[in-house]
């Protein structure tokens, strides 16, 4: 039995011109993330096709007689216009990585305390403040980083590992640890990047482990498991693959991260060689350098933008994928 | 639904009526050099109170601001570079200079006061070259018997973005050390021998207070501003001159204007014993055949302003002005050069 209905579908000339606007809005993006990817092949073209694959790696003939790991350098030189990208791609992936490192122990501490042992009236206050850290401009962060936190770290940490190692200037501790000491390299950049992306990983950890039915937890204390054991065998494994495509969003803001980096990295095109040398980013590269660039020099940042464009594009799609294959 | 189709209408007709009001003729605008904004600035501020007519100008970077220009977006562009006759010629454009800035070394060096450590070009060079690696090396305490220099290493400080600073640096260093000019070159940014770049003369000058032991390299109006420890580099005549105004000013005074075709001059290392060695002016852009002659007046009665009222704004935000004479000399040549159909835009008003 059904039931007839006395109304007719009403027609409003505006039926279609509201669906053409949606579908409007819905194309601008595609259209914009089309003609940016265009924008770059064609501004990088000329130093893509003069260069070719040396643009990728390319590095500098050592002095004769010295053939150690320690003469390897890569050219970036706007007066000669020879530019090689390999330098900054490797400060690029030395910094996200080395930010995700100390990140991601930390963000899960936050995340699993949040969620499992925090009492409500902190718990409330408490992801607020991780939320608000999240918003602070990455310029705020930049300037702290240069001028705060830089200055501290050259004195209490830096200064004293080098001290130390002049004891042996030949062991590859002293190696490791040779630079200037003004806090300025690729390490702090990468605390400061560490920092940065926290906030974000915390607060989506606690979203995924929120999205656990409690049921499996309460089931898990059920048969005696310690609160240790519940997070590292239940509750983590449960979410295993969602956590991994919120490590790959944060690697991705790493990588594209461009002012904090800017302002602590201390801006040198050379290859880096200890973990306090002082190095540049994709990123970073292009902040310092695009206002002034002419010609080739400017082909070649643009080229640098679409180096750094594939790599946080395939990062981020490998994390969706895995961000969607989630059941929650 | 058509309500707000109409809201929509008016309010992008209104932008519209808004916009065109404010593009009218009594605006100028130009694009280009960083270094002069702020002074720039002040003189539009100055120039709309007494004759009503706006400076629209964007500090987009030297580089830009010549692409500008010769895009034809704009009514003028600014460059803390010039360009050679060759390159002016090319586009047909015509280049004056309007203020006068200069370069100073800054030093952090444990024990050294500021304005006393003596650095000829050629050791300078050295330093940057990562030649000369100790403070206490024979090369440096040679010129400095005075000075206790401690057995420190030397750590280079420059910029990492691209500027007209590190041109007239680079350019100065080309000049004093045949090696530099080989292995490095002169260019607003350049692929350093050694050290860390900092962003902007911020950036240099807070790396250089946060390293013991480091040399930078900074506009004279920022050592004025922050108080940051400076070397003296050695004149032409071998003497070592102070970097104030009168310094640079000097250096201006005796560089010669009247024979650089095109305005191309670096006011680098000129005669004098007071003449600071790294001094440079900062040029403007404009096309010798102009569409819009009111307009184009307009600019060259905004220039000279600047040059006439504006001298006051210029030492209180430690530019340096031009000296009189050349002033005089660039008006006089605004009015040959300047032309739409054949006829000057500008007349000098003391020829």
């Known amino acids: 039995m059904s039931v007839e209905t006395k109304f007719k579908p009403r027609f409003d000339p505006t039926d279609p011109i509201f669906r053409w606007v949606s579908f409007g809005a819905a194309t601008t993006l595609l259209v914009v993330l089309a003609s940016l990817i265009g924008t770059l092949i064609v ?32 050219p970036w030189n706007p007066v000669t216009d020879v530019y090689s990208a390999t330098a900054p791609i490797l400060g690029t992936i030395i910094t996200s990585a080395l930010a995700l490192l100390f990140a991601l122990p930390i963000a899960i501490g936050i995340a699993v305390f949040l969620t499992q042992f925090c009492p409500r009236q902190i718990a409330q206050p408490l992801s607020t403040a991780v939320e608000l850290l999240a918003g602070i401009p990455s310029i705020v962060y930049g300037m702290w980083g240069l001028f705060v936190f830089a200055p501290w770290f050259a004195k ?141 020099h400017r082909s070649a940042l643009i080229a640098l933008g679409l180096v750094l464009f594939l790599i946080t594009f395939t990062v981020l799609a490998i994390a969706r994928w895995l961000l969607s294959s989630q059941r929650y | 639904m058509f309500k707000f189709f109409k809201g ?55 580089g830009g601001g010549i692409k500008q220009i010769q895009a034809k977006t704009v009514d003028f562009g600014a460059s803390d570079k010039p360009l050679t006759q060759a390159e002016l010629d090319k586009s047909g454009l015509y280049q004056f200079p309007t203020v006068v800035g200069g370069v100073v070394p800054a030093i952090n060096i444990p024990g050294v006061p500021s304005g006393k450590l003596k650095l000829p070009g050629a050791v300078l060079a050295d330093i940057f070259l990562g030649k000369i690696t100790l403070w206490n090396d024979p090369a440096i305490t040679k010129w400095n018997a005075g000075l206790n220099l401690p057995a420190m290493p030397i750590t280079v400080v420059h910029r990492s973005d691209g500027s007209g600073t590190t041109f007239l640096f680079t350019s100065y260093l080309s000049i004093a050390s045949n090696e530099w000019k080989s292995n490095v070159g002169a260019s607003d940014a350049v692929e350093w021998p050694t050290g860390v770049g900092g962003a902007k003369n911020d950036g240099v000058a807070a790396l250089v207070r946060q390293t013991a032991g480091s040399i930078g390299y900074v506009e004279y109006a920022y050592v004025q501003k922050t108080g940051i420890g400076y070397a003296l580099v050695a004149s032409k005549d071998a003497t070592w001159p102070q970097p104030t105004a009168a310094a640079f000013k000097a250096a201006t005074a005796g560089a010669d204007w009247a024979n650089a075709p095109g305005n191309y001059l670096l006011v680098l290392n000129q005669p004098g014993a007071n003449a600071w060695p790294i001094t440079g002016a900062t040029f403007i852009l404009m096309y010798k055949e102009q569409a819009n002659p009111t307009k184009a007046a307009e600019v060259l009665k905004f220039f000279d302003y600047g040059y006439k009222a504006g001298d006051f704004n210029a030492n209180d935000l430690f530019y340096v002005p031009l000296p009189a004479n050349v002033k005089t000399m660039m008006r006089k040549q605004w009015a040959q050069q300047i032309k739409s159909g054949g006829k000057a835009v500008y007349t000098s008003p003391n020829p």
């Open chain 1, 43 to 74: 501004g990088g073209w000329p130093a893509l096709s003069e260069y070719g694959f040396g643009f990728f790696l390319k590095f500098k003939e050592c002095p004769v007689g010295n053939n150690s790991w320690f003469c390897i350098d890569t």
């Open chain 1, 156 to 296: 209490t940490i830096q200064t004293p590992l080098i001290i130390a190692a002049s004891q042996d200037p030949t062991s590859w501790f002293a190696k490791m640890v040779a630079g200037i000491p003004n806090g300025a390299n690729l390490f702090t950049a990468s605390l400061v990047l560490a920092i940065m992306i926290l906030p974000y990983m915390a607060a989506v950890f606690r979203e995924l482990f929120r999205s656990i039915p409690p049921q499996v937890r309460e089931a898990a204390f059920g048969v005696g498991a310690t609160p240790f054991e519940v997070t590292t065998s239940v509750i983590i494994p449960y979410v295993q693959k969602g956590m991994i495509g919120v490590v790959m969003l944060g690697l991705g803001r790493a990588l594209g991260e461009t002012m904090a980096v800017t302002f602590i990295i201390g801006n040198s095109h050379k290859f880096p060689k200890s973990l306090f040398d002082s190095s540049s980013t994709l990123a970073s590269t292009i902040a310092n350098e695009f206002a002034e660039a002419a010609d080739l």
């Open chain 2, 8 to 62: 929509a209408v008016a309010a992008v007709l209104l932008t519209a009526t808004l916009t065109s009001a404010a593009t009218a003729a009594d605006t100028i605008s130009g694009a280009g050099a960083t270094f002069p904004a702020p002074l720039y600035a002040k003189w539009a501020e100055g120039y709309k109170r007494t004759t009503g007519v706006q400076l629209n100008y964007q500090a987009i970077g030297s």
